[in-house]
């Protein structure tokens, strides 16, 4: 069966520090990966979205990146934090057919202090 | 631009009363529909579809392409129904998932 995993979990950073948020996904091949930011009273924002290696999607101008070194990893960044960068983040895949289910990590806590 | 809205930030409801969870949308053609439900400490996870047509948990949803809503709805709720409820939808030949702002449903005992 398929997983998704993400980490870590939870982190504080300082202003100015660099980010990496990390997402695999197993048991599938060649999977569209996204990520997310989920705010109270925004709902779920889509930031970034690959339907392959190397092809990213960036959907809202911001201070973070997206890529995506392998076939089934996906990967958030930023060079220099921003305190707006606080948030959940979520990454998720769906299978390659438009319209399918997306499926969901458990989420990233970022604190930028 | 392709739009979900969820009006209501928060919906309480008692113990064994109806729910209606809104989702308009903003699309000219005919998307894929989801509901979606995160409960206490669980992951985000699909509750039910459109295409699939099927009662999940007790909730079922009906398309009205006319007034381009998708109600997420439940004859009795239960106190394990309290959730994050989203709606979300997903243009025909892309792969770009749009949710709305989510609905907080509280069911009181």
């Known amino acids: 069966s398929q997983t998704i995993h993400q980490w870590p979990a939870t982190l504080v950073q300082p202003v100015g520090s660099p980010l990496s948020l990390e997402c695999t996904v197993e048991?599938?091949?060649?999977?569209?990966l996204y990520w997310y930011r989920q705010a109270a009273g925004r709902g779920l924002q889509l930031l970034f979205y690959s339907v392959g290696i190397g092809q990213i999607s960036s959907e809202v101008p911001q201070n973070l990146s997206a890529s995506r070194p392998q076939d089934r990893q996906f990967i958030l960044s930023s060079k220099k934090l921003l305190l707006s960068d606080s948030g959940f983040y979520l990454c998720?895949?769906?299978?390659?057919?438009?319209?399918?289910?997306?499926?969901f990590g458990e989420g990233s806590w970022l604190t930028v202090v | 631009a392709q739009r979900v809205t969820q009006p209501e930030k928060l919906l309480s409801v008692f113990k064994g009363a109806p729910v209606e969870l809104k989702c308009n949308y903003s699309y000219s053609g005919s998307p894929e529909l989801f509901w979606y439900v995160q409960y206490s400490r669980q992951r985000l996870q699909l509750l039910l579809r459109?295409?699939s047509r099927e009662s999940i948990k007790g909730f079922t949803a009906d398309l009205n392409k006319g007034e381009t809503s998708f109600h997420l709805k439940k004859p009795f709720a239960q106190e394990e129904d309290s959730a994050m409820y989203y709606c979300?939808?997903?243009?025909?030949?892309?792969?770009?998932?749009?949710f709305g702002t989510g609905t907080r449903l509280k069911v009181l005992a």
């Open positions: 998720a895949w769906s299978t390659g057919t438009s319209g399918n289910t997306i499926y």
């Open positions: 048991g599938t091949s060649n999977p569209n």
């Open positions: 459109h295409i």
């Open positions: 979300a939808l997903i243009p025909p030949g892309t792969y770009k998932y749009i």
